[in-house]
C-alpha cells in the first residue's frame, strides 16, 4: 500500500497489511496525512501564588502548557523570571521569583504526562 499512498512531506507511510497503512508523522505534524501542522499555544491562567502561609495580595497572570495537542504533549520550552511579593500571616511580606511560561511547543508526550483523570 506504500507504493499508492503517500504520507505527504511530513510523514513516513507504515504497512500494516497487504492492504493497510499507516503514516507515521515527524514531530510538529498530524493527521492521516501528516499535513496538518500540530501547535499549541500558552493558556492564561490567573491565580494567587501561595507558599506555606504566604499569599500574594492579587491573582497573578501566568500561561501553561499543560495539555494534549493530538497524540502530543504541550509543553514549556521558554519562560522569564517575575518577582511577586508575599505577604505572610506573620505580618512580613517578602520578594519571590516564579517562572511566567512563554513559549510552548508540541512534543511527544512522556509516561503519564497529561493523561486524563481515572474515572473510578
Known amino acids: 500500500p506504500c507504493d499508492v499512498h503517500l504520507c505527504g512531506i511530513h510523514g513516513k507511510c507504515m ?5 493497510n497503512y499507516e503514516c507515521e508523522c515527524e514531530e510538529g ?8 501542522e500540530v501547535t499549541c499555544e500558552p493558556q492564561e491562567v490567573r491565580k494567587y501564588i501561595e507558599i506555606e502561609n ?9 500561561y501553561q502548557c499543560d495539555y494534549r495537542c493530538n497524540e502530543m504533549c504541550c509543553t514549556t520550552v521558554k519562560t522569564r523570571a517575575r ?4 505577604y505572610c500571616e506573620d505580618g512580613t511580606s517578602y520578594k ?18 497529561h493523561d486524563p483523570p481515572n474515572k473510578e
Open 15 to 19: 504497512r500494516l497489511t497487504d492492504v
Open 29 to 36: 505534524w498530524g493527521g492521516p496525512m501528516c499535513d496538518n
Open 54 to 62: 504566604c499569599l500574594s495580595h492579587r491573582r497573578i497572570t501566568m
Open 83 to 86: 518577582d511577586v511579593r508575599l
Open 96 to 113: 519571590h521569583t516564579i517562572d511566567i511560561v512563554k513559549e510552548c511547543v508540541c512534543k511527544p508526550c512522556t509516561p503519564g504526562e
